[in-house]
C-alpha cells in the first residue's frame, strides 16, 4: 500500500507544480503589466455597438439532450476500464457479460436515434 | 525524504517539458500552415526564419493589462483559463517517452491507471473553456460555451471507448505496460479505434475542423471572445499542450511508442519522432478541411464515430478472448 501511494507522490507534487506555474505565469503578469481605467474597457464586447441585454438566455433543448445521452454511456464508459484489464484472465464469461451490458445500451442509442433526438434539425 | 526530492526533480522536468513542446508545435503551425498558404510564416524575431516568434508572443503577452468585464463572474472568469492549462500538465506526468540509452523508461511517473488518470487530465482541460464561456457574460462567449459543452460530452464518449479497447487488448491501464504489450499488428486490428481516439482528441481539442465553438466568422471567439493578455497565453498554451498530449497519447497508444530499431538505447528519439509527425497531422488536418457546422459535429460523434468505437470494442473482445 505504502509503494502503492508513493506512485501518487509525484501526481501530488505535480498539481502543486500546476497551481505554482499558472499563479507564477498571472504573477509575473501582475507585475509587469500597466493599468489604464476606462469604463469603455470593461464593457462587454459585442461587435463595437453598445452591449443589449445580458449575456444569459435560453438555449435549444438539443444541447440538454446531448447531455443526457452523455450521462447514460458515460456509466459504460467508467465500467468498462477495470473489465479490460482482466478480460483476459476470466475470459469468455467476462466477454459474454460486457457484450449484453454493451448491447442493452446500443438499444438505447438505436432509439435514440430513431425517436430523431440525433438529428439538430427534424 | 529522498522520495520527496526525486518526485520534485521529476515533475521540474515534466514543468519544462510542458513549457518547451507546445511551443515546438507552436512554430511548427506557424511554418508549416505557411508553407502550405504559399506563405513563408514569420521572418523576423529571432532572426533564423523567426524562430523566436513564439517567444517575443509570450514577452508581448505578459506586459499586457488584465481586463475582466464588469458583467462576467469574476472568479470564474480568472480562474478558467488555469483550469485549461493545468490538467495538461498534470496529464504529461504520466506520459511515458521510452528508453533512455539503456537507463530505463523515461517517464514522469509510471502510474498502474496511467492511461485513466490521462483522459481523466484531459477532459477537466475542456473545463476551463466552459467556465470561460459562461462566466464571460457575453453572447458570443455564451453560445460558444454551449457548443464546448456539447462537444465535450459527445466525443469524450468515443475516445474513451477507443482507449478502452487499446487496455483490453493490452491487459493493463499502464501507458508504460500498454506500449510494451503493443504488436505491430495492432496498427490494423486497432486501426478503427486508432482513427476514433485522434478525431475525438481534435474535436475534444477544439482544433480545426472541431472549432465550430471558436468559429471567427460568427462567434468572434467564442468563450475566448472576452480574454486578453496572459489569460489568453494561457488559453493558447493549453490548446498547444493539448495537441502535444493527444499526439503522444495517439503514439503511445497506437503507434507502439518507442517501438522501432535500437529501441533500447534511443526509444525516447522514435516517441518524439511519431509525437511530431502525429502533431504535424493535427496542424495538416487544420489547413486542409473547413468547419464543421454544429450539427455535424454532434451527428459525426454519435451517428458515426460511437458506433465504430463500438464495433472497435466487439472486435477487441473476440481477438483478446478467441
Known sequence: ?122 | MAEVIDALLRCVAVVAVFMVFPLVVGQMEHKAMAHMQSRVGPMKAGGFHGWAQLVADGVKFVQKESIVPTAADRKVFELAPAVALVPYLLAMLAIPLGPFFGQGNLIGQDLDLGLFFVLAAMSVGVLGTLMGGLGSGNKYSYIGGMRVAAQLMSYELPMVLAAASVAMAAGTLSLVGIANEWEPWWLVAQLPGMVVFFVAGLAELQRPPFDAPLADAELVMGPLTEYGGMRFAMFLLAEYAGIVVLAALTTVLYLGGWAGPFSDDIGWLWTLVKVMAVSFLVIWARVAYPRLREDQVNSLAWKVLVPVALAQITLTTVLVVA
Open chain 1, 1 to 122: 500500500m505504502a509503494a502503492y501511494l508513493d506512485d501518487y507522490l509525484a501526481v501530488g507534487v505535480i498539481i502543486v507544480a500546476g497551481f505554482v506555474l499558472a499563479g507564477g505565469m498571472l504573477g509575473v503578469n501582475r507585475l509587469m503589466r500597466p493599468r489604464v481605467a476606462a469604463r469603455e474597457k470593461l464593457l462587454t464586447y459585442e461587435s463595437g455597438v453598445d452591449p443589449v441585454g445580458e449575456g444569459w438566455s435560453q438555449s435549444t433543448v438539443r444541447y440538454y439532450v446531448y447531455a443526457f445521452l452523455y450521462v447514460i454511456f458515460a456509466v459504460d464508459a467508467v465500467f468498462l476500464f477495470p473489465w479490460a484489464v482482466v478480460l483476459e484472465d476470466i475470459g469468455r464469461a467476462a466477454a459474454v457479460e460486457m457484450g449484453i451490458f454493451i448491447g442493452i445500451l446500443v438499444v438505447g442509442l438505436v432509439y435514440a436515434w430513431r425517436k430523431g433526438v440525433l438529428s439538430w434539425t427534424s
